[in-house]
């Protein structure tokens, strides 16, 4: 039996990477970890848009988190990959409780009796500054940890889990986040999201130590920065799959409007702001587990193009829509296809990455994918001040399919490719 043909066996056990104890604590600890900075990304664009009153506000709360996320991500895979990855992971998330803590400071009423909403403000985008430093060396560890912890003939099945887990950390964190604001208010949610975060912390110090792997003679940050660019330039899917990623999260941000949308133009308030921020999240886990059991076996490449053009349709959809249901629905399927594209996308950067290079790589992606999502967040408001909030977003869907269209034709390897 070929390696290709045992893998596949293997890897139809739907269960095989859950049964790892040390890949079930890191889920568990991922999980709590992103459900509380999604209940944070929540939060934030809800009470800077309550500060401000302004949709450029929420905007350049993207921009705060890009900026350093950006700058620092290469750096970063250096640094990982020459740490020990555990400790790396844990100083990230000690980071964010005390970022946390700081928001909570901030929503006092203390503060708001010391200092007016405009400032205020500000304090949240220097707070932000600072989780996007920490993002930028917390993402990849993630990332990079995963093959370290499970054999290569599973990591397809750990990466459908890790991936679902993810989601559906996002799908809870969103939807609670809105849900808490309507019960308890601001400083509430805060005290919530700080309690999480020092629960994953607690959970994550389960994970073994992961020692940094012998390095080839790369002697300045510089030189294993650059090897790390040109393994991920030079192997064509990866490339790809990061490019439409990339673009399609950018024009395609419309997530980053929905508190405008709910409080004004659906009017359905932090209830209904609460759901449709979680929406998109739970058409993907939907997606995730549905292909964690009925894994796609061909043509993985067309259908992630396929999916992110569907992505695109939605987006536009939403725009449009004055119904609080038909908006619903739309993020609903937007959230099923983005989940078919992160599950090839992850699948695709896990099988192609040697573990030397996971940290750099993962660094790459970052700056590729997760970056993309903030700058989307401020092209979002940018575009909102310039056209308006509704055109500004069907302007979104339309060049996701735009970017579709052109990297069809120019990216044929990764339209035809296969795992």
């Known amino acids: 039996m070929s390696d290709n043909s045992s893998v596949t066996q293997i890897t139809n056990d739907p269960y095989a990477a859950v049964r790892i104890p040390e890949f079930r604590n890191l889920v568990i600890g991922r999980f709590t970890f992103i459900f509380s900075l999604r209940m944070m990304s929540t939060l934030v664009g809800w009470w800077v848009l309550e500060l401000t009153n302004d949709p450029f506000a929420i905007g350049l709360v993207g921009l705060s988190e890009f900026v350093p996320a950006f700058s620092f991500a290469l750096y970063a895979g250096h640094v990982i990959d020459n740490s020990e990855r555990r400790k790396m992971i844990l100083k990230g998330v000690f980071f964010y409780l005390l970022f946390s803590l700081l928001l909570l400071l901030f929503s006092t009423k203390l503060t708001r009796d010391h200092f007016s909403d405009s400032t205020i403000a500000i304090g949240i985008y220097i707070v932000i500054f600072g989780t996007g430093i920490t993002r930028a060396f917390t993402g990849p560890s993630f990332s990079s940890l995963l093959a370290m912890i499970v ?28 849900f808490l604001i309507w019960l308890v208010g601001i400083s509430g949610t805060l005290v919530a999201i ?19 792997l012998q390095q080839p003679a790369e002697t300045t940050t510089w030189e294993s920065v650059k090897v790390g660019l040109r393994f991920v330039f030079r192997t064509k899917e ?36 609460g759901w449709l921020n979680a929406a998109i999240d739970i058409g993907a886990i939907f997606s995730v587990i549905l292909l964690t ?28 829509s004055k119904w609080f249901i038909l908006s619903f629905a739309a993020m609903l399927i937007a959230g099923m296809l ?19 290079m996971r940290g750099r790589v993962g660094s790459v992606a970052s700056m590729f994918i997760n970056s993309s999502n903030e700058l989307g967040q401020f092209e979002s408001g940018f575009a909102s001040r310039l056209m308006g909030v509704v055109p500004s977003v069907v302007f979104g869907g339309c060049m996701t399919l735009v970017v579709v269209l052109f990297t069809w034709f120019k990216a044929p390897s990764l339209r035809k490719f296969e795992y």
């Open 338 to 356: 983005d989940g078919i594209s992160v599950v090839v996308r992850g699948t695709v950067m896990q099988l192609k990455t040697p573990d030397s």
């Open 238 to 273: 990866i490339l790809g799959s990061f490019t439409l990623d990339m673009f399609a999260v950018l024009f395609g941000g419309a997530v980053a409007m929905v508190p405008v949308y709910a409080r004004d133009i659906l009017k359905v308030g932090p209830l209904g702001f």
């Open 151 to 178: 054999p290569r003939q599973f990591l397809q099945n750990a990466t459908t889990w890790n991936q679902g887990s993810w989601l559906a950390a996002s799908v809870s964190g969103h939807a609670v986040g809105g």
């Open 293 to 320: 059991f009925r894994p796609m076996k061909k043509a993985q490449g067309k259908k992630l193009f396929l999916a992110v053009a569907g992505f695109g349709i939605c987006i536009i959809i939403f725009a449009l």
């Open 194 to 212: 700080s309690s999480l975060l020092t629960i994953a912390f607690f959970v994550l110090t389960r994970l073994k130590s992961k020692p940094p």
